[in-house]
């Protein structure tokens, strides 16, 4: 099983930059609290953060989806919740991929529930033609098709999280 490159490092590189520029645009003059969700966010997370250039916060969530293999039955729970409380503070998920957008539209409407002044969601990967509900994030680094991708956090049974490159997985069912 030999990953075939999709998203070079230089390219996500620059890509992540420009992201980190448009929400500090955004958010200018603002406390922004960036949300990691575990794992798979937590390479875009650190590279997102040293490309801002206005005060950021940071915690992190951890959330499990109910199914087995790769298909996901629709429900999620969350493991390991924020320290931090939300209220009145403008949030932003930060997620490496969105797929059937099940786990974002579950996490959306818990940290609603907590009255923060802002929430939106920003994504390295969006795989639009998976979701199974409704879901647009605010910022989306890479749209992307219908392939099996890991490296730059993302992984294939916790395998190839440390590539510094996006690869395709081919034949893996
Ligand atoms: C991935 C990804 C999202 C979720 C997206 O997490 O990080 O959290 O799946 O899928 P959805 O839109 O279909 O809900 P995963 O469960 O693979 O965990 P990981 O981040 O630890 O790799």
Redesign the pocket.
Known sequence: MKPELLFPRETIGRRVKELAEQISRDYEGRELLLVG?????FIFMADLIRGMSIPCRVDFVR???YGCGSQ?SGE?RITKDLETPIAGRDVLIV??????????SHLLNVLRERQPASVRVCTFLDKKE?RRVPFTAEYVGFAIPDEFVVGYG??FNEKFRFLPDVCMLKDIA
Do not use: F, H, P
Request: glycine residues 8%.
């Open positions: 969700v575990l794992n798979g966010a959330v499990a989806s996901s999620v997620e490496d991929i969105v797929d059937t957008g099940l786990t974002l998976r993302l992984d």
